[in-house]
């Protein structure tokens, strides 16, 4: 710990608010993006297209023609894959929401663990998972049932799962922007503190 003097710790409740609200915007990004990944995953309209001059479309586990839907027993490489990489990014995205409001209501160990920074780790490695997943599915999509099919487009399934993206992303910058850390300019010398352990 270091010595502060009255007028460095009369800023600390603003260094605090700051970190409460960008620790708070992480974990609202964070739970946005993952109720868009779970819609994601589940539901069907990854990929609209006419068969047979019929309107069909189809997610991850099933395809719709017709107005029936039945369940996809083909297993293909790609959707497996995608499939995978949908659930892990979604179980990480979970899992850093529980670290992220873990460091709020255990925030008197934040120098010792830093939740918030291993929050923004599992929302990055969220993105990642996500961010491959959603790549298979665009090459395969593209290479070969767009030829397959003349008449097909991406849908709105699709479209959530890269806006889960951005938002497991935004949600991983902002839980690493409050690092319990704060550079305090004193005659041309930076002193690097936590923010909780500034006093009179």
């Given at each position: 710990?270091?010595?502060?003097?009255?007028?460095?710790?009369?800023a600390?409740p603003?260094?605090?608010l700051?970190?409460?609200?960008?620790?708070?915007?992480?974990?609202?990004?964070?739970?946005?993006?993952?109720?868009?990944?779970?819609?994601?995953?589940?539901?069907?309209?990854?990929?609209?297209?006419?068969?047979?001059?019929?309107?069909?479309?189809?997610?991850?586990?099933?395809?719709?023609?017709?107005?029936?839907?039945?369940?996809?027993?083909?297993s293909?490489?790609?959707?497996?894959?995608?499939?995978?990489?949908?659930?892990?990014?979604?179980?990480?995205?979970?899992?850093?929401?529980?670290?992220?409001?873990?460091?709020?209501?255990?925030?008197?160990?934040?120098?010792?663990?830093?939740?918030?920074?291993?929050?923004?780790?599992m929302?990055?490695?969220?993105?990642?998972?996500?961010?491959?997943?959603?790549?298979?599915?665009?090459?395969?999509?593209?290479?070969?049932l767009?030829?397959r099919?003349?008449?097909?487009?991406?849908?709105?399934?699709?479209?959530?799962?890269?806006?889960?993206?951005?938002?497991t992303?935004?949600?991983?910058?902002?839980?690493?922007?409050?690092?319990?850390?704060h550079?305090?300019?004193?005659?041309?010398?930076?002193?690097?503190?936590?923010?909780?352990?500034?006093?009179?």
């Amino acid at each position: 710990m270091f010595p502060v003097s009255k007028s460095y710790s009369a800023a600390a409740p603003l260094y605090q608010l700051k970190m409460y609200s960008f620790m708070g915007g992480g974990l609202f990004c964070a739970i946005v993006g993952n109720i868009l990944l779970v819609v994601s995953t589940a539901t069907d309209y990854w990929m609209q297209y006419r068969l047979s001059g019929n309107y069909a479309h189809q997610g991850l586990w099933r395809y719709c023609m017709s107005n029936k839907c039945y369940m996809q027993t083909d297993s293909i490489a790609y959707w497996n894959a995608t499939r995978a990489f949908m659930i892990l990014s979604g179980m990480s995205c979970f899992a850093g929401i529980i670290a992220g409001i873990m460091s709020f209501s255990h925030f008197s160990s934040f120098e010792r663990f830093n939740r918030s920074f291993a929050a923004g780790i599992m929302f990055f490695v969220s993105t990642f998972f996500v961010l491959l997943g959603m790549a298979i599915y665009t090459g395969v999509t593209v290479n070969f049932l767009g030829r397959r099919f003349g008449d097909w487009r991406f849908s709105w399934s699709y479209i959530l799962g890269w806006v889960a993206m951005l938002m497991t992303f935004f949600a991983g910058k902002k839980e690493h922007r409050p690092e319990g850390r704060h550079c305090i300019l004193r005659e041309q010398s930076c002193i690097f503190l936590n923010s909780y352990t500034i006093f009179d």
